[in-house]
Every structure is written in structure tokens, then in C-alpha cells.
């Protein structure tokens, strides 16, 4: 894959990590806290109605963010470290099991019983597991960012066709 489609694809990785970043504190910040303004006969048909579109609209980009990730193991930009996407890769994978095991259960329960004030009060003190992963993972895609940005697509395509050129020393 040539550097310059490997630069569209981090880009579209870093996108989609900003999108569904944004989509969780959303969730986070804005929904959870006003569930409880919503009333016990509407919660449950509200909270299922909100899981489905949550599903499609943040969980899928979020696995494909992650799907992209393992990628970028092999097809990432010249300048960016391996490592780097390990890390994040490693955080997103920190957040997906809170999700798992702690987040999934809660929003499970809400959505057999409907409104729960100690349930939703749990999602919210437990939530900062997933704001913390995430907030580091958005510094280190903003690190690689800066990497990609300050050195164009064509020096290190050049570096690479001269690390691989049996004539350079003739």
C-alpha cells in the first residue's frame, strides 16, 4: 500500500476516533445524567428506543474504529511508531471491556426493569473508566497527527524507495 493511502486511512481512523469520542461523552455527559428526569412509565420504552440507535450509531463505528486499529498495526504511515498504535489500540481495548462487564450489564438492566435511579447513578460513577481511555487515546492519535502532518507523504516515500534501492551505494 502506498504511504499516501496508508495517510487516508490513519486519517480516516483519527475521524472516526473523534466521532465516536464525541458520541460518548454525549452519551455520558448529556443523556445518562437527564434519564432521570425522564418518567419510570417512559424510561423503558425510551431506553430501548435510545439502545438501538446507540448500537448503530456509536457501537458499530466504535468496532470498526477498532477493526481499523488492528490494521494500522501493518498499514500505518511511515512516521508513525508501531507502538504508538498499540497503545491505542490498547486503550480502546481498556474501554471495551468496562463496556463489557460493567456498562452492558447496567444498560441491560434498565432496559428489563426501565428507570432505575441506583442503576443509572452506577453507569455514571463507573463511566470515567471509559473517559479516561478515552481522553488518553485522543492525546496519542493527536500526537500521531502532528507526526503525519509535519512531514509530508512524499519525504518519507522517498525515504522508503531510498532504504530499499540496491543502487544507492553504487
Same mark, same amino acid.
Given at each position: 500500500?502506498?504511504?499516501?493511502?496508508?495517510?487516508?486511512? %490513519?486519517?480516516?481512523?483519527?475521524?472516526?476516533?473523534?466521532?465516536?469520542?464525541?458520541?460518548?461523552?454525549?452519551?455520558? %455527559?448529556?443523556?445518562?445524567?437527564?434519564?432521570? #428526569?425522564?418518567?419510570?412509565?417512559? %424510561?423503558?420504552?425510551?431506553?430501548?428506543?435510545?439502545?438501538?440507535?446507540?448500537?448503530?450509531?456509536?457501537?458499530?463505528?466504535?468496532?470498526? /474504529?477498532? %477493526?481499523?486499529? $488492528?490494521?494500522? $498495526?501493518?498499514?500505518?504511515? &511511515?512516521?508513525?511508531?508501531?507502538?504508538?498504535?498499540?497503545?491505542?489500540?490498547?486503550?480502546?481495548?481498556?474501554?471495551?471491556?468496562?463496556?463489557?462487564?460493567?456498562?452492558?450489564?447496567?444498560?441491560? /438492566?434498565?432496559?428489563?426493569?426501565?428507570?432505575?435511579?441506583?442503576?443509572?447513578?452506577?453507569?455514571?460513577?463507573?463511566?470515567?473508566?471509559?473517559?479516561?481511555?478515552?481522553? #488518553?487515546?485522543?492525546?496519542?492519535?493527536?500526537?500521531?497527527?502532528?507526526?503525519?502532518?509535519?512531514?509530508? !507523504?512524499?519525504? !518519507? /516515500?522517498?525515504?522508503?524507495?531510498?532504504?530499499?534501492?540496491?543502487?544507492? &551505494?553504487?
Amino acid at each position: 500500500m502506498s504511504e499516501n493511502l496508508k495517510r487516508l486511512l %490513519f486519517m480516516l481512523v483519527f475521524a472516526l476516533m473523534f466521532y465516536v469520542g464525541g458520541a460518548s461523552f454525549v452519551e455520558s %455527559f448529556v443523556n445518562y445524567p437527564t434519564w432521570k #428526569l425522564i418518567g419510570a412509565g417512559e %424510561f423503558k420504552t425510551y431506553h430501548n428506543a435510545l439502545s438501538a440507535l446507540i448500537i448503530r450509531l456509536m457501537v458499530l463505528p466504535w468496532l470498526f /474504529e477498532i %477493526f481499523l486499529t $488492528i490494521v494500522l $498495526i501493518w498499514l500505518r504511515p &511511515h512516521v508513525i511508531p508501531r507502538m504508538a498504535i498499540v497503545v491505542a489500540l490498547t486503550l480502546n481495548l481498556i474501554a471495551l471491556v468496562s463496556t463489557i462487564f460493567i456498562q452492558i450489564p447496567i444498560q441491560a /438492566e434498565l432496559g428489563e426493569t426501565g428507570l432505575s435511579l441506583h442503576a443509572i447513578d452506577k453507569l455514571i460513577e463507573t463511566d470515567p473508566i471509559r473517559w479516561l481511555a478515552l481522553i #488518553l487515546k485522543a492525546m496519542v492519535y493527536l500526537w500521531m497527527m502532528a507526526l503525519v502532518v509535519k512531514r509530508p !507523504a512524499a519525504d !518519507a /516515500e522517498s525515504d522508503d524507495a531510498q532504504i530499499f534501492n540496491p543502487l544507492k &551505494h553504487l
